[in-house]
Structure formats: structure tokens, C-alpha cells
């Protein structure tokens, strides 16, 4: 079956440090990978996308995402937190295709302490 | 170049009554999706139009939900006879014409709350 698995609920990153938001797929074609961002009451901005070429993709905001296909993962990562980081992050897959639904994950929340 | 456009953004409605949400996709764009987030929860598809056509309707609850894209005007998530499960987030995302691009735009959502 087609699924996202997004591990973490929730996470609590202190500003300035490190952030590692986990994504693990299973999906019977080749996937068209993303991640998008959720703001309190707004709807979904897409940070990143990969589907093919370089495992390591960057995106808006100082995001990157790496996709390893032995492991099924596609993890979003930022080397230094912002506080207007604080969001819903999903992750999501699909096919390089039009008219293919999205699946996503339940969502992982980020909270940024100061 | 607007985004996709959704209204209203938050829509209150007693149970048994009728709820439209509309949406406007981007410019250029003609494929539309509707998806469906609950509290708490991730995305779930409901329904994928293109104009005039219902393409693939397999999230849809099979009643009282429906949705039409005609040649003019919005997308439209018409859900009759309201019931408190049908709370929840509605989000419409359209994609290019052309090309394979399976990327989706999506709009700011409407929040339907049953009461």
C-alpha cells in the first residue's frame, strides 16, 4: 500500500540549532517527492520537490532534503533554525505526473524555543 | 499571478444544511484537486477534475459530497446535509495544463466548522 510515515509528532528545536525532520515512504513507482510547509490558519507552501538527479535537493527558506532509495526516506533538513520556522511541515509523494492525487504524512510540528 | 484562490476561508454551518466551498485554480491551470484535512491529520485526496469532467472521485464519500468544474467559473465541493464529522479543513491545489509535472499548487483552504 502507498503510505507516509512522518515519525515525530512533534518536535522542540532551541533558534540557531539544527533541525532534522524525518520521512519515510512506500510507494510501487518510482516517487515524485515533496515537502511542504503549514502555517496556524494558512494553507500549504511547497519548500522542496525531488524526483530525479541529485539525492541532495534544495529548496526555499535554507531547506534541503536528501532522498535515499535504500532506506525509502526523504528527510528535510536546516542547518540553523529561525523562531518563523515554527510551522506544520508535511511531507508528501506522488508521481511526475499530472493528475495523480498526493499522498502525505500526518504532519510533523515544529516548535522553536528561544 | 494569482494563486489559487479559495472561499470563503472559514464557513460555519448547522448540521443538515448545505455547504459550497469554491475554488479558483491558477491561471493556465486546468487540472483540480480537492483534498480534505481532518484535526490532527495529514492531507487525505478526495476528488481530481479537469474541466467538465470528474477524473478520479476515489476519496470522495460515496454520499451527500459532490464536485463540478464547469467550462466557466470555480470548482465547486458541494456537501449536502451537514454532520459534525464534516468539520474540518478543505484545501483545493491545481496543476499545469501541459507537461507531466506532477506538482500541485495549493490554496489558503476553507474551514468548515458544523454546529
Known amino acids: 500500500a502507498q503510505s507516509v510515515t512522518q515519525p515525530d509528532i512533534h518536535i522542540t528545536v532551541s533558534e540557531g540549532a539544527s533541525l532534522e525532520l524525518r520521512c519515510n515512504y512506500s510507494?510501487?513507482?518510482?516517487?515524485?517527492l515533496f515537502w511542504y510547509v503549514q502555517s496556524p490558519g494558512q494553507g500549504l507552501q511547497l519548500l522542496l520537490k525531488?524526483?530525479?538527479?541529485?539525492?541532495l535537493v534544495q529548496g526555499i527558506k535554507g531547506f534541503e532534503a536528501e532522498f535515499k532509495r535504500s532506506q525509502s526516506s526523504f528527510n528535510l533538513r536546516k542547518p540553523s533554525v529561525h523562531w518563523s520556522d515554527a510551522a506544520e511541515y508535511f511531507c508528501a509523494v506522488g508521481l511526475n505526473q499530472a493528475g495523480t492525487a498526493l499522498i502525505f504524512g500526518k504532519g510533523t510540528t515544529l516548535s522553536v524555543s528561544s | 499571478n494569482a494563486g489559487v484562490m479559495q472561499n470563503p476561508r472559514h464557513l460555519v454551518r448547522r448540521r443538515g444544511q448545505e455547504a459550497r466551498l469554491r475554488c479558483s485554480p491558477m491561471?493556465?491551470?486546468?487540472?483540480v484537486y480537492w483534498y480534505r484535512q481532518l484535526p490532527e491529520e495529514g492531507l487525505k485526496f478526495m476528488v481530481y477534475l479537469q474541466k467538465e469532467n470528474i477524473i478520479d472521485e476515489s476519496g470522495m464519500p460515496k454520499e451527500r459530497f459532490s464536485a463540478e468544474f464547469p467550462k466557466e467559473g470555480p470548482s465547486i465541493l458541494r456537501i449536502q446535509q451537514v454532520v459534525r464529522g464534516d468539520s474540518a479543513a478543505y484545501f483545493c491545489?491545481?496543476?499545469?495544463?501541459?507537461?507531466?509535472?506532477?506538482?500541485?499548487?495549493f490554496g489558503p483552504g476553507t474551514r468548515l466548522t458544523v454546529t
Open positions: 491545489a491545481s496543476s499545469p495544463t501541459s507537461g507531466t509535472s506532477g506538482e500541485q499548487y
Open positions: 510507494y510501487g513507482a518510482t516517487p515524485y
Open positions: 491561471k493556465g491551470h486546468s487540472h
Open positions: 525531488y524526483f530525479s538527479g541529485d539525492t
